[in-house]
C-alpha cells in the first residue's frame, strides 16, 4: 500500500491564537482532476499514493491524513492601502508540513474547503475557475524560475457555488508553500499590541526562514533584511515577465520572498509600464511598474511590526529599521538592471540607454512583451519589425540596439531570460470555461505546454501566439 503524507508539524504547535483548528467541510463527489506527481516525490509523498481513494478524500477535505492537524491561520492585512485587523484563512486549511528531499520544510494548504472563523460570511469554498487559475500560474511560474508556491492537485467536489455569475462547479486546490506567513501574519498580533506573539513569531521565521538570523548581533534587524533582500529580488523577476499581481496587499506577501495568491494576476500581452488587469484595481495602485513601490510600502508595515523587537527605545529601532528600508530601492535596482540587460543581450556593465528607449518604444506601439523580446534573440530585423505599427521607428531602435551589443548579442543567453511560453491571459481562461464545460483537454494542455517555457516546441507553437482581438483578456478577477 503506498504511504501517504508524511506530515511533521510546527506551526500546530504555537499558541492557539495564531489559528483555528478545525476540519474541512466535505463534499458529495469529489474526482481527482490533476495530480502534481514529480512535485510529489520531491516532497516524499509516494506519487503512486496520489492515485488512491485516500488521497482523493484528503484533497477534497473528505477525510484527514493521519499526523495531520488542519488549521486555519490568523493574520491581517493592508487591502488597497486600507488596514483589516483580522482576516485569515477564510477559505483555506494548513494541513500540515512536510519536510522535502532537500531537507526543507513544506506547507501543504487546502484552498476552497469550506468556512472557518475567519470566513467573514462567505461559504469557504472555491468555484473550479480559481483552481485552475492558480494550478495553471503557479506551476508556470515554477517552471519560469519564479519563487513561488506549488500547485500539488486539483479536485471537483461535485457541487456547486454560487457566485456573481451564478452557479459554477466547485473545486479544491492543495497548494505547497515554503510557509504561509504573511506581512500580515505579523501584523495580526501587532493590530493587538500582543508583545509576546511577535517575538515568537519572529523567532519562528528565523528558525524556518533564515536561520542565520538567529545568531546574527541583531537578529529582528537581520530578518527584516532577509525578507527586504528576498522581495527585492522577486518583483524584478516579475517585471521581466510582464507579470503583474494584481492584489499585493500585505496579507499577499509572503516573508519567504515567495509569489503567493494567484486571484486577479496577468501576464501581459501588448506592454505598458501602467498596465493593470485586476477588476478590483481601479485607481491602477498595483500596475506592472507601480509594483516595485508597493513592495517597498508592504516592507514598511512590516518593519513597523518589529520595532518593538529591533530595540526598546523606539528612535533607536526607527532609526536602524529606516537605515535597512533604505537599502531596498539599490537591492531591486541592481536585480531589474542585470535582469533587463539579459532580456536585451547587454553586457553586464553596459549602460541602460537602449532598455529605457526599447521599453518606451514598446508601450508607445502596443507591441506584445513576450514576443517581442523572444524574436530579439532571433536575431532577424523583418521578423521584429512585424510587431510593430510604425516600422521606422522600430529601425532606427534596432540599430541602437546592435550598436549596443556590437551586432555579437550572446542568444543563448538571452533565450534563458525570454520566455516563448507564458499563461496569457485567453489560454488560461479559454480553459477555465472549457472545463466549466467538462472538457478538461485545454486545461491539461496549457499546463504540459507551460512546464518548459524557454524551449521552442513545434507542438505547442499555438500557445507562443498573441490573442486575436476579440480574445484579449481585459480583466481578471480574484474568484472568491
Given at each position: 500500500m503506498p504511504?501517504?503524507?508524511?506530515?511533521?508539524?510546527?506551526?500546530?504547535?504555537?499558541?492557539?491564537?495564531?489559528?483555528?483548528k478545525?476540519?474541512?467541510?466535505?463534499v458529495?463527489a469529489?474526482?481527482?482532476l490533476?495530480?502534481?506527481?514529480?512535485?510529489a516525490?520531491?516532497?516524499?509523498?509516494?506519487?503512486?499514493w496520489l492515485?488512491?481513494t485516500?488521497?482523493l478524500?484528503?484533497?477534497?477535505?473528505?477525510?484527514?491524513?493521519?499526523?495531520s492537524?488542519?488549521?486555519a491561520?490568523a493574520?491581517?492585512?493592508?487591502?488597497?492601502?486600507?488596514?483589516?485587523p483580522q482576516?485569515?484563512d477564510g477559505?483555506a486549511?494548513?494541513l500540515?508540513?512536510?519536510v522535502?528531499?532537500?531537507?526543507?520544510?513544506?506547507?501543504?494548504?487546502?484552498?476552497g474547503?469550506g468556512?472557518?472563523?475567519?470566513?467573514?460570511?462567505g461559504d469557504g469554498?472555491?468555484?473550479?475557475?480559481?483552481v485552475?487559475?492558480?494550478?495553471i500560474?503557479?506551476?508556470?511560474?515554477h517552471?519560469?524560475?519564479?519563487?513561488?508556491?506549488?500547485?500539488?492537485?486539483?479536485v471537483?467536489?461535485?457541487?456547486?457555488?454560487l457566485?456573481?455569475?451564478g452557479?459554477?462547479?466547485?473545486?479544491?486546490?492543495?497548494?505547497?508553500?515554503?510557509?504561509h506567513?504573511r506581512?500580515g501574519?505579523?501584523?495580526?498580533?501587532?493590530?493587538r499590541?500582543?508583545?509576546?506573539?511577535?517575538?515568537?513569531?519572529a523567532?519562528?521565521?528565523i528558525?524556518?526562514h533564515?536561520?542565520?538570523a538567529?545568531?546574527?548581533?541583531?537578529?529582528?534587524?537581520?530578518l527584516?533584511?532577509?525578507?527586504?533582500e528576498?522581495?527585492?529580488?522577486?518583483?524584478?523577476?516579475?517585471m521581466?515577465?510582464?507579470?503583474i499581481?494584481?492584489?499585493?496587499n500585505?496579507?499577499?506577501t509572503a516573508?519567504s520572498g515567495?509569489?503567493?495568491?494567484y486571484?486577479?494576476c496577468a501576464?501581459?500581452?501588448?506592454?505598458?509600464?501602467?498596465?493593470?488587469?485586476?477588476?478590483i484595481d481601479r485607481?491602477?495602485?498595483?500596475?506592472?511598474?507601480?509594483?516595485?513601490?508597493?513592495?517597498?510600502?508592504n516592507?514598511n508595515?512590516?518593519a513597523?511590526?518589529?520595532?518593538?523587537?529591533i530595540s526598546?527605545?523606539?528612535d533607536v529601532?526607527?532609526?536602524?529599521?529606516k537605515?535597512?528600508?533604505?537599502?531596498?530601492?539599490?537591492l531591486?535596482?541592481?536585480?531589474?538592471?542585470?535582469?533587463?540587460?539579459?532580456?536585451?543581450?547587454?553586457?553586464?556593465?553596459?549602460?541602460l540607454?537602449i532598455?529605457?528607449?526599447?521599453?518606451s518604444?514598446?508601450?508607445?506601439?502596443?507591441?506584445d512583451?513576450t514576443?517581442?523580446?523572444?524574436?530579439?534573440?532571433?536575431?532577424?530585423?523583418?521578423e521584429?519589425?512585424?510587431?510593430f505599427?510604425d516600422?521606422a521607428?522600430?529601425?532606427?531602435?534596432y540599430?541602437?540596439w546592435?550598436?549596443?551589443?556590437q551586432?555579437a548579442?550572446?542568444?543563448?543567453?538571452m533565450?534563458?531570460?525570454?520566455?516563448i511560453?507564458?499563461?496569457?491571459?485567453h489560454?488560461?481562461e479559454?480553459?477555465?470555461?472549457?472545463?466549466?464545460?467538462?472538457d478538461?483537454a485545454p486545461?491539461?494542455?496549457l499546463?504540459d505546454a507551460?512546464?518548459k517555457?524557454?524551449?521552442?516546441?513545434?507542438?505547442f507553437?499555438?500557445y507562443?501566439?498573441a490573442?486575436?482581438p476579440?480574445?484579449?483578456?481585459?480583466?481578471?478577477?480574484?474568484?472568491?
Amino acid at each position: 500500500m503506498p504511504h501517504p503524507i508524511p506530515f511533521d508539524n510546527t506551526y500546530a504547535r504555537l499558541p492557539e491564537r495564531f489559528y483555528s483548528k478545525q476540519n474541512a467541510a466535505t463534499v458529495p463527489a469529489p474526482e481527482l482532476l490533476r495530480a502534481n506527481t514529480a512535485l510529489a516525490a520531491e516532497l516524499g509523498i509516494d506519487p503512486a499514493w496520489l492515485e488512491t481513494t485516500e488521497a482523493l478524500n484528503v484533497f477534497s477535505g473528505n477525510s484527514t491524513a493521519d499526523s495531520s492537524e488542519p488549521l486555519a491561520q490568523a493574520y491581517a492585512g493592508h487591502q488597497f492601502g486600507g488596514f483589516s485587523p483580522q482576516l485569515g484563512d477564510g477559505r483555506a486549511l494548513l494541513l500540515g508540513e512536510v519536510v522535502d528531499q532537500h531537507g526543507t520544510r513544506r506547507d501543504i494548504q487546502l484552498k476552497g474547503s469550506g468556512r472557518t472563523p475567519f470566513s467573514r460570511g462567505g461559504d469557504g469554498k472555491s468555484a473550479l475557475g480559481p483552481v485552475l487559475r492558480e494550478y495553471i500560474v503557479s506551476e508556470a511560474m515554477h517552471a519560469l524560475g519564479v519563487p513561488t508556491t506549488r500547485a500539488l492537485a486539483a479536485v471537483t467536489t461535485g457541487e456547486n457555488v454560487l457566485r456573481q455569475e451564478g452557479y459554477l462547479a466547485g473545486g479544491v486546490f492543495t497548494r505547497v508553500a515554503s510557509s504561509h506567513i504573511r506581512v500580515g501574519t505579523f501584523q495580526y498580533f501587532f493590530a493587538r499590541n500582543d508583545a509576546d506573539a511577535l517575538r515568537e513569531l519572529a523567532d519562528y521565521t528565523i528558525a524556518r526562514h533564515y536561520p542565520d538570523a538567529a545568531d546574527a548581533e541583531e537578529p529582528y534587524i537581520t530578518l527584516l533584511e532577509r525578507v527586504i533582500e528576498a522581495q527585492a529580488k522577486l518583483i524584478p523577476q516579475w517585471m521581466a515577465l510582464g507579470f503583474i499581481h494584481g492584489v499585493m496587499n500585505t496579507d499577499n506577501t509572503a516573508v519567504s520572498g515567495e509569489t503567493i495568491d494567484y486571484g486577479p494576476c496577468a501576464f501581459m500581452d501588448a506592454f505598458h509600464p501602467n498596465r493593470v488587469f485586476s477588476s478590483i484595481d481601479r485607481d491602477g495602485r498595483y500596475a506592472w511598474g507601480s509594483q516595485p513601490e508597493m513592495a517597498r510600502w508592504n516592507l514598511n508595515r512590516f518593519a513597523e511590526t518589529l520595532l518593538s523587537l529591533i530595540s526598546e527605545d523606539s528612535d533607536v529601532a526607527l532609526e536602524k529599521a529606516k537605515k535597512s528600508l533604505g537599502t531596498f530601492t539599490g537591492l531591486f535596482r541592481a536585480e531589474y538592471d542585470n535582469r533587463f540587460r539579459a532580456k536585451f543581450g547587454l553586457a553586464d556593465d553596459a549602460p541602460l540607454d537602449i532598455v529605457r528607449s526599447g521599453l518606451s518604444l514598446l508601450a508607445k506601439q502596443d507591441v506584445d512583451f513576450t514576443l517581442f523580446f523572444r524574436h530579439l534573440t532571433h536575431g532577424n530585423r523583418n521578423e521584429l519589425s512585424e510587431l510593430f505599427k510604425d516600422p521606422a521607428l522600430f529601425d532606427n531602435w534596432y540599430s541602437a540596439w546592435e550598436a549596443a551589443t556590437q551586432s555579437a548579442p550572446d542568444t543563448a543567453a538571452m533565450r534563458k531570460a525570454n520566455p516563448i511560453l507564458i499563461p496569457r491571459n485567453h489560454r488560461v481562461e479559454q480553459a477555465i470555461q472549457a472545463a466549466y464545460g467538462n472538457d478538461y483537454a485545454p486545461f491539461h494542455q496549457l499546463v504540459d505546454a507551460l512546464a518548459k517555457p524557454y524551449e521552442d516546441r513545434s507542438e505547442f507553437s499555438a500557445y507562443e501566439q498573441a490573442p486575436k482581438p476579440n480574445e484579449i483578456v481585459h480583466q481578471t478577477f480574484c474568484g472568491t
